[in-house]
């Protein structure tokens, strides 16, 4: 049986799909990536995590293809791209704090993004950190990060033969003075106009009429539609 596998942020995970909770299973059962697993009848793997960073996103993907994919089984790999100006930091090993997230992922990991609210970190260090994110999150080097992460698991993806969609969620990759000749070997096939701001999910939605969130999520309908957008998508690719 063919598995969906979902890595991105909260669009990805689901947050706010039901207009009242950032995190509940019926948000993780009903995003755009386990409604289309429910319409195939595939199995369903949401590697999301709220607030996860393109970094997260990058890491994420090589720590299921070394870990968790299985040799002779049949997958399809969504990667949903996220905000610009986010990343990750990590509690030390040693210390007694951690994230708490419903996402399958290491709790030691904080993401990190320009405009959150230091309340979320749980260490006096990582509440400082955040009134100096906008000198770490600098534009330039994080679209010219975006464009190698993305490029990277094309390359790693296509050899181990491994089906996958790419597109973005809330924002476009843009060009900068360092990434023109990445951006210009990236798979516009497999990854939707990567650079277009009408094609990420949620100006997608919002063109179409959907409405957002205060938090600027999207809610069912929307994520009942971009499955469908998908779906045809992977059917164009003859993944099934």
Request: glycine share 4%.
């Amino acid at each position: 049986m063919t598995s969906i596998v979902a890595i991105g942020c909260s669009h990805t995970y689901g947050t706010m799909l039901d207009g009242k909770q950032s995190s509940s299973l019926f948000n993780l059962n009903n995003n755009y990536a386990a409604l289309l697993a429910k319409k195939n009848n595939f199995k369903i793997q949401n590697l999301a995590m709220p607030g996860g960073s393109n970094e997260y996103i990058w890491r994420n993907t090589i720590d299921w293809l070394t870990r968790m994919k299985k040799k002779d089984e049949d997958y399809i790999v969504l990667i949903g791209w996220t905000s610009l100006l986010r990343t990750e930091l990590r509690y030390a090993e040693d210390s007694e704090y951690y994230h708490p997230t419903m996402a399958k992922s290491d709790p030691k990991y904080f993401p990190l993004s320009i405009g959150q609210e230091p309340e979320i970190a749980s260490s006096k260090e990582f509440k400082r950190i955040h009134s100096i994110t906008p000198i770490i999150l600098e534009e330039t080097k994080e679209f010219d990060m975006w464009a190698t992460y993305a490029w990277h698991l094309q390359r790693i993806l296509d050899r181990q033969k491994v089906k996958y969609l790419m597109f973005n969620t809330c924002q476009e990759l843009q060009k900068t003075q360092n990434n023109q000749a990445i951006l210009e070997k990236l798979d516009k096939q497999k990854y939707i106009e990567p650079m277009s701001f009408g094609k990420s999910f949620l100006n997608w939605a919002l063109a179409r009429g959907f409405e957002k969130t205060e938090c600027w999520h999207l809610k069912l309908d929307a994520h009942i539609a971009w499955k469908d957008f998908i779906d045809n998508k992977c059917k164009e690719l003859d993944y099934y």
